[in-house]
């Protein structure tokens, strides 16, 4: 049975992607800061396939790779990685931009993807096996007015992801990215600071992606033969055309 480790399962696409990856019965491996949000996930789960629980910030390279070591042997061989953990902090002018939340974005969306990947590729290496997917965004294939550090640490996903490919190239590890458009999750209250009224206001008059299609074309990509790696998608709502063209009634 294979065994999948999720960052940002706590909440969103993350969550959804663990419900579906229990239905496959894989073990699961779920990552987030919010404990009792993991652990409401493993009740719910347990049932259904084997539930570990890692509670680390991935800004923290230590915690990163202390987490990854203390996994008990039976869910220390990764065999499908979902770099997820992620969110937009703010919605600025450049000119106007809060640096605390230029290092969020930095941190967690690009360095924390490469803290854990650093943590688990030379156990895929070494075995000749794996699968990386990480979640970029349509904000890593095009730039948004007042998206400017959210956008750029999702190009970086993106680069990051060509690079993995080109790097592992031979090693048998499949890498590839999935960039969703708008997705109704938490996103949007993170990125305003929980406020809940300008949140709710982004996912009105249209249909948005939920978290749920996010998972499903997951499970489409890690259920391919071994020789199949869908390398990179774009997945938007039929509403959406493009980060700014979006049709609201
Ligand atoms: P949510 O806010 O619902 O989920 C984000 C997840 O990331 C949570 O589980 C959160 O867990 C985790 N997380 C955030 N910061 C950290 C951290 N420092 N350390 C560990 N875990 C962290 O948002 P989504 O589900 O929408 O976002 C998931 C991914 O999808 C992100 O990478 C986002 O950029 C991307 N995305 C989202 C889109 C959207 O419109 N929603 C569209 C395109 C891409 P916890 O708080 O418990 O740590
Ligand atoms: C999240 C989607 O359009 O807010 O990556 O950037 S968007």
């Known amino acids: 049975m294979k065994?999948?480790?999720?960052?940002?399962?706590?909440?969103?696409?993350g969550k959804a992607t663990a419900r579906i990856f229990a239905e496959e019965g894989f073990n699961l491996i779920l990552c987030g800061r919010r404990q009792?949000?993991?652990?409401?996930?493993?009740?719910?789960?347990?049932?259904?396939?084997?539930v570990h629980l890692l509670n680390f910030d991935v800004r923290n390279k230590e915690e990163v790779f202390?987490?990854?070591?203390?996994?008990?042997?039976k869910m220390a061989n990764i065999d499908i990685l979902i770099?997820?953990?992620?969110?937009?902090?703010?919605?600025?002018?450049?000119?106007?931009?809060?640096?605390?939340?230029?290092?969020?974005?930095?941190?967690?969306?690009?360095?924390?993807l490469l803290?854990?990947?650093?943590?688990?590729?030379?156990k895929m290496i070494e075995r000749s096996t794996g699968h990386i997917i990480?979640?970029?965004?349509?904000?890593?294939?095009?730039?948004?007015?007042?998206?400017?550090?959210?956008?750029?640490?999702?190009?970086?996903?993106?680069?990051?992801?060509?690079?993995?490919?080109?790097?592992?190239?031979?090693?048998?590890?499949r890498i590839g990215a999935i960039n969703p458009g708008m997705v109704e999750t938490e996103f949007s209250e993170v990125r305003f600071k929980g406020d809940k009224e300008k949140a709710k206001k982004v996912y009105e008059g249209f249909k948005a992606l939920?978290?749920?299609?996010?998972?499903?074309?997951?499970?489409?990509?890690?259920?391919?033969?071994?020789?199949?790696?869908?390398?990179?998608?774009?997945?938007?709502?039929t509403s959406q055309a493009s980060s700014t063209i979006v049709d609201k009634k």
């Open 3 to 13: 065994t999948a480790l999720i960052t940002g399962a706590s909440s969103g696409i």
């Open 36 to 50: 009792q949000k993991l652990e409401e996930l493993q009740q719910e789960l347990q049932n259904k396939c084997a």
């Open 66 to 73: 202390s987490n990854i070591k203390s996994l008990p042997l």
């Open 83 to 112: 770099n997820n953990a992620g969110n937009a902090h703010g919605l600025d002018p450049i000119q106007d931009g809060n640096i605390e939340d230029w290092d969020a974005m930095i941190d967690i969306n690009v360095k924390g």
């Open 115 to 122: 803290y854990i990947s650093k943590a688990i590729i030379p």
């Open 134 to 173: 990480n979640i970029g965004s349509t904000a890593g294939k095009e730039v948004y007015p007042n998206g400017n550090v959210y956008c750029a640490s999702k190009h970086a996903v993106d680069a990051i992801t060509q690079g993995m490919r080109l790097d592992l190239n031979g090693k048998g590890i």
């Open 210 to 237: 939920q978290p749920e299609d996010i998972a499903e074309i997951i499970r489409f990509v890690v259920t391919r033969p071994s020789h199949v790696n869908i390398a990179d998608l774009l997945v938007m709502c």
